[in-house]
């Protein structure tokens, strides 16, 4: 947060008037020196600039929000942090966005309520179209609502703050801490605890267009923590009768609990309202049967009938304080949700996976757990990284985190067989010492004449003066296999 009397970020952008406070900072009215245009600037809390996993993982966000160009997307020009003035030594992070001449939508519906058909589907249109270039370009926003909606003045919707609820899940927070988001548009797997997809947003967008339809918000509750639990087990009630029924199966597919049946990303949605507008009736969705079993992390299997909902503090209400534990249902009755003590903390698993063992043990003990390690024999990762936590969600500091690391699969050793030796081949009258050269492969033929002939001259019966025996012999080897032998022998008397 910026220090009283404070009026200079980075010797170049000069802040003006106060804009919004929310759970992630302070929004500020300001100008760029030096390029002479007005700028927004958000500067972040000081439980999460202090904390430097999540400036190591927001400078990275930052650089890959930087490279989305697209007229739905709010333009981020600059990232910086600096020491504050004020003798605390606490780092200010701050990002430089575009200013957008307008409202957001979370004041546009708290003014009008509801909005009609027309204006809520052209909207969605341009929202989903900003989607559809984030998604593209491999950014999930995880934290789609009325308030990251910019309206301008001219009708041009803008999203804002890219990547900022992704960053802030990698903080572990305290009952006591400032947690992120809001459950009223949560997607189901965010609630259950697993990793957010383009289907996340595509969900929480059709959480948006309920309520500007419905003029009211698909679920309520005491607590973010129950509205994250109907997030999970509930289906919203019928949207009033004068919306068309094109609308309805728009609205009803994009807020499945299932993701792989609603519209698998943004471009698929913009596609879907385009269809609307033209007249083109879409598909009816799936009937959805509530409450929907999904994997959160890798460990024990569950027991019985038992479901466990990790409910994520990225995913939560902003400035409800509450860290969410645990929670479990059995069948459809489930107990009532208990809040999280102050000596738990929430661990989301998806942070940890892909890292280095080392850095998350250090992380997790740093945090006040115990951690055991476990090999797993994996191609899936590289060797040393994390595979899986457990237990994860929320964990009582003090106890034993089973940190799961990849290790190269054993190769099993290949054992060397000699080559063969080169059968000896037998020459008639050789001594000892005597090279026999075998013949060359594909002369076989001439092997057997040479031979045959060989053995005629010198042991002919016209050499009967000559009394010494004579003796040729000639094999050949070679493709064709074949060989050919000479004998002969002469004896003179007299």
Request: proline share 8%; hydrophobic share 40%; with cysteine.
């Given at each position: 947060m ?9 010797d ?24 002479d ?34 007229r ?31 409202e ?24 989903a ?50 947690v ?38 698909a ?33 009803g ?15 698929a ?43 994520p ?68 990762r ?85 009394a ?25 008397d007299?």
């Amino acid at each position: 947060m910026v220090e009283p009397g404070r009026r200079t970020l980075g010797d170049r952008y000069e802040l003006g008037s106060l804009l919004a406070t929310g759970g992630m900072g302070q929004v500020w009215r300001g100008r760029d020196t030096l390029l002479d245009r007005p700028v927004a600037v958000k500067v972040l809390r000081n439980e999460f600039t202090g904390d430097p996993t999540f400036l190591a993982r927001f400078r990275a966000e930052a650089r890959h929000t930087a490279v989305l160009a697209h007229r739905n997307i709010a333009a981020l020009y600059d990232y910086g942090e600096e020491t504050a003035q004020d003798g605390t030594g606490e780092t200010l992070a701050y990002l430089v966005m575009e200013l957008v001449d307008g409202e957001s939508l979370s004041d546009l519906l708290a003014r009008e309520r509801r909005l009609p058909v027309g204006p809520t589907l052209d909207l969605l249109e341009q929202t989903a179209a900003g989607l559809a270039a984030a998604h593209a370009a491999g950014v999930v926003h995880r934290d789609v609502k009325p308030g990251n909606v910019l309206v301008g003045a001219d009708g041009t919707i803008k999203i804002t703050d890219f990547g900022i609820a992704w960053s802030a899940s990698s903080v572990p927070l305290t009952q006591t801490g400032q947690v992120v988001g809001t459950a009223h548009y949560l997607s189901p797997e965010q609630a259950a605890g697993t990793k957010a997809g383009p289907a996340s947003d595509v969900y929480s967008l059709g959480m948006i267009g309920y309520e500007c339809l419905a003029g009211r918000r698909a679920f309520d509750g005491d607590n973010s923590v129950q509205i994250a639990l109907r997030q999970l087990r509930d289906t919203p009630d019928p949207l009033p009768d004068d919306v068309p029924e094109n609308v309805r199966r728009l609205i009803g597919r994009a807020l499945l609990k299932d993701p792989a049946q609603r519209f698998p990303d943004g471009a698929a949605f913009r596609d879907a309202v385009a269809d609307v507008l033209v007249g083109r009736m879409l598909t009816p969705p799936p009937v959805d049967t509530g409450t929907r079993r999904f994997a959160a992390v890798a460990g024990p299997p569950p027991r019985r009938r038992w479901l466990r909902v990790l409910a994520p503090v990225a995913a939560l209400l902003a400035g409800a304080g509450i860290a969410v534990a645990g929670v479990q249902l059995v069948g459809s009755d489930p107990p009532p949700a208990t809040a999280a003590g102050p000596t738990t903390v929430v661990l989301v698993a998806d942070d940890y996976l892909g890292r280095p063992v080392g850095e998350v043990e250090a992380e997790l003990g740093a945090s006040g757990f115990a951690v055991e390690r476990r090999a797993e024999e994996t191609a899936a990762r590289p060797a040393g990284t994390v595979t899986a936590i457990s237990p994860a969600g929320a964990v009582r500091v003090g106890s034993t985190i089973v940190v799961r690391y990849a290790v190269a699969p054993a190769v099993a050793p290949v054992s060397e067989t000699p080559a063969p030796r080169p059968a000896e081949v037998p020459q008639s009258g050789g001594g000892p010492g005597t090279a026999v050269s075998p013949p060359v492969a594909g002369n076989a033929g001439e092997a057997a004449d040479d031979g045959a002939d060989e053995g005629a001259d010198e042991g002919g019966a016209d050499d009967a003066d000559d009394a010494a025996p004579g003796n040729g012999n000639g094999k050949g080897n070679g493709n064709g296999n074949g060989g050919g032998k000479g004998n002969g022998r002469g004896r003179g008397d007299g």
